[in-house]
């Protein structure tokens, strides 16, 4: 089999990360909609959770990346459409994009209304941008529609990635697969 | 390929399209789209217009208002209630804004009964300390919802507001005080209260409610409503930048120590005379600006912004208002192209 010389599935440290930041990023997105859409006193633990979490998470993309780079990722199968091929390479990139870039937007977003960024645990982070409305409107308004872009990207993933494990059955699931895998993978 | 050209994909691929739809229609029902009853920050934003609609690039409640600069003088008796540095002896910068409570920032100023401060003490440490505190002795409702309820009433006249009253008793002491408290010609000699609770925390890790009042220095010269009109309709930004400019104006920042047993989620319900009370400091407020260029435009007076050694008590208001004053702090970010940096010309503002 040929298949033992590249890898058929992602090392355990990238599989962990996905898997903790997938579940990191949902919580992100419905406390971001539930949060502004509720004057009740869970108000502000929800705002402060939002605030610890995404600044976490952006500590977490960038141990991702880095492994990413080492690590490499296995090759998608080789009887995979050109256009769905480019489509997992592209979106894939979109999503590290949103969550380095989403993280940031909110901390701007902080620093240009002059709000002081304090996460739990008492741990303040100085502001990245100067007090300005029309910055501080600009990145709300990318803010709010990224976060919206973000979770449509991830139902189309989430689509795609069932697709490849009851559909296709490719094993590129299996890649990603957060339970322990054997180095190889049985006959596909 | 162990891949069988014989199963139908139909199943698997209602499983995906549930499974999309489902996370779709959760993700709408957090974000509250679904439900058009649960009041939203938005809605309740949105009930302060007044009939013309909002003041574009204003704050959507106390639009009328004026900057200051100045300082806290700490006195140290503070420490004993919380460890925030704001309580150690010294002296924290301050910036405040003076305002009414109207939607409207053409208001005249004898229309408006509740006046308002907004305050920001700064300490070396980091820390920030924002509030928002109004003249009234208590708050006019006791729940966030109960204040929508009278912003949806008090437009329709005299009938619904006597159907609010039967639904909320507790405005009464409200209106009362309306009703009957002097009015002054001057932001100098007006109190603010906090009226909602918060919790102090001192170093050793004890927790106490509290709400804190600044008493005015100046004594009050109580004037009438009709009096005060004739003063024109923007006298009292005009008096107190004069007032200022002549001499710094003081304030005595109260603390008072709420004992067990004592209300402290409905600032409608004043506590028993006698509660311990500490003088922790002196405001002290030097220099007034106009708002349209003022220090003070920008910054959300959000009471939820506390240092270390003040949070959140059971008092509902304090989230409920940080959640509205984001909302408002949006929009009018937002707009700020209505509302021009330097004065129009012919602005009664000094
Ligand atoms: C993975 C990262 C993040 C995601 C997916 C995310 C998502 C969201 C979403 C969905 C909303 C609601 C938008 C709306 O409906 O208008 C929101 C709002 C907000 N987010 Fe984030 N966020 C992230 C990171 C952060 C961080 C790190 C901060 C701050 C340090 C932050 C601060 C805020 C604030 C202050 C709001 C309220 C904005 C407003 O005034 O309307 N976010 N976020
Ligand atoms: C919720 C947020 C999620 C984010 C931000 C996310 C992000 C990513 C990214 C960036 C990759 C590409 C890895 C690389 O090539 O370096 C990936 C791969 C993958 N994800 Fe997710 N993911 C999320 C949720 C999910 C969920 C819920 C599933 C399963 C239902 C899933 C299944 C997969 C699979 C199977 C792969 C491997 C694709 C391949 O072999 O190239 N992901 N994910
Ligand atoms: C749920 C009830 C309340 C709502 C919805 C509400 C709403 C608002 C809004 C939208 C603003 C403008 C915020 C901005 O754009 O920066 C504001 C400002 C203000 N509010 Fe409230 N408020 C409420 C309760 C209170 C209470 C209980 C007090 C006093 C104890 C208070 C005192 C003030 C003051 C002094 C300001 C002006 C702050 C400044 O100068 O920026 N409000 N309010």
Redesign the interface.
């Known amino acids: 089999m040929s298949r033992t010389m590249t890898p058929v599935h992602f090392s355990g440290a990238q599989r962990l990360l996905h898997w903790t930041m997938a579940a990191g990023i949902v919580a992100m997105l419905f406390i971001g909609v539930g949060m502004i859409s509720t004057v009740a006193p869970s108000y502000v633990p929800l705002v402060a959770t939002h605030k610890t979490l995404g600044v976490a998470l952006f500590a977490l993309v960038l141990v991702r990346l880095a492994l990413r780079v080492t690590l490499g990722a296995p090759p998608l199968p080789a009887d995979l459409p050109p256009v769905m091929r480019l489509g997992a390479v592209l979106s894939h990139w979109a999503l590290y994009g949103l969550m380095i870039v989403m993280p940031l937007l909110g901390w701007a977003m902080l620093s240009a209304a002059a709000y002081p960024v304090v996460l739990f645990g008492d741990i303040r982070l100085p502001p990245i941008l100067p007090q300005s409305d029309s910055l501080h409107t600009l990145l709300w308004a990318a803010h709010r529609w990224l976060a919206f872009a973000f979770f449509a990207l991830i139902l189309l993933h989430v689509a795609a990635a069932l697709f490849h494990a009851l559909v296709r059955r490719d094993g590129v699931f299996e890649a990603m697969s957060p339970l322990p895998q054997r180095k190889t993978m049985p006959e596909r | ?3 069988s050209s014989s199963r139908s ?1 139909f199943v ?2 209602a ?2 399209a549930m ?2 739809a489902g ?2 229609a ?2 709408a029902y ?3 789209w679904l439900s058009p009853e ?5 809605r ?1 934003v949105a009930a302060l217009a007044p009939p013309g609609g909002p003041a574009l690039g204003h704050r959507r409640n106390h639009a009328k208002g004026i900057c200051f600069t100045g300082e806290f003088q700490s006195n140290g008796n503070g420490m004993a209630l919380s460890k925030a540095k704001v309580f150690t002896p010294g002296a924290w910068p301050v910036l405040g804004r003076f305002n009414l409570a109207t939607p409207s920032p053409k208001a005249a100023d004898a229309t408006v009964r509740v006046r308002g401060m907004g305050l920001q003490i700064t300490t070396p440490d ?3 300390w924002r509030s928002a505190m109004i003249d009234p002795p208590i708050f006019a409702v006791s729940t ?1 919802q109960a204040f929508y309820d009278l912003l949806g009433s008090a437009p329709k006249g005299p009938e619904a507001m006597k159907a609010f009253i039967g639904r909320h008793p507790e405005f009464m002491a409200f209106a009362g005080w309306a009703g009957s408290a002097p009015w002054t010609s001057s932001y100098a000699e007006d109190p603010f209260n906090s009226l909602n609770s918060f919790l102090f925390t001192d170093a050793a890790g004890t927790t106490r409610a509290v709400r804190w009042s600044l008493r005015p220095a100046a004594t009050q010269m109580p004037i009438t409503p009709e009096e005060l009109a004739r003063k024109g309709p923007n006298y009292l930004e005009q008096e107190i930048a004069q007032r200022v400019a002549g001499a710094p104006q003081r304030w005595t920042m109260v603390v008072t120590v709420a004992e067990p047993g004592d209300n402290t989620a409905d600032p409608t319900k004043a506590w028993p005379q006698g509660r311990r009370t500490v003088e922790v400091g002196t405001l002290v407020v030097n220099k007034v600006i106009a708002e349209p260029d003022g220090p003070c435009r ?3 007076f ?1 009471p ?2 506390l240092p ?1 050694g003040i949070s ?1 008590s ?1 008092d ?1 208001f ?3 208002r ?3 004053y ?2 408002s ?2 929009l009018r ?2 707009e ?1 192209k209505d509302y021009p940096r330097t004065p129009v010309s012919g602005s009664a503002k000094p």
């Not at chain 2, 649960?38 to 938005?42: C, E, G, M």
């Open positions: 390929m162990s891949r994909p698997p691929l499983v995906i499974v999309v996370s779709a959760a993700f957090t974000a509250g649960r009041l939203t920050p938005s309740l980091g820390d920030v966030p920008d910054i959300n959000d939820t912004i270390r959140v059971d509902p304090p989230a409920a940080s959640s509205a984001a909302r702090y949006d970010t937002s700020a």
